[in-house]
């Protein structure tokens, strides 16, 4: 039986970087975070201190959704945000604006956000992590 399914965002090391601004820009509860360093199994390889810095897995909630991240650990190459987006749906267009141009801080814009036939406000953005955001607000308000 399916419990339930999350997002897992891996980083190339700055996943502390993206736990801070998640948390700052999405308002995301820090449920879990662990480095690496506080594994209670350390890997059979040595690790730098630079490693053990590193997110080993972090738990977040936003609003009712929750999200997992994690840095790559070394030798595990990862290319951030590759097939996956997530969608995040506001209470209003005025909110969704102020969501979408924080997300693109550093990041690129994929769809100015405007209005649609489906929403008073849409819009698609890679942040600077290369995580894909759609952007939604209501059809009407």
Request: hydrophobic share 40%.
């Amino acid at each position: 039986m399916i419990t339930g399914i999350n997002p897992y965002l891996i980083t190339n090391g700055n996943g502390a970087e993206a736990v801070a601004f998640y948390k700052e820009i999405l308002g995301a509860e820090v449920l879990a975070l662990m480095t690496f360093a506080e594994s209670p199994e350390q890997p059979e390889t040595p690790m730098t201190e630079e490693e053990k810095s590193m997110i080993m897995h972090a738990h977040l909630k936003v609003g009712s959704a929750d999200i997992m991240l994690s840095d790559s650990p070394a030798g595990m190459p990862c290319t951030s945000g590759d097939n996956t987006a997530i969608a995040v749906h506001t209470d209003s267009a005025e909110h969704a604006e102020h969501l979408y141009s924080h997300l693109k801080s550093g990041g690129h814009e994929l769809m100015k956000i405007q209005k649609t036939f489906f929403s008073s406000m849409y819009g698609v953005v890679t942040d600077r992590f290369g995580v894909t955001w759609h952007v939604a607000a209501p059809e009407t308000e």
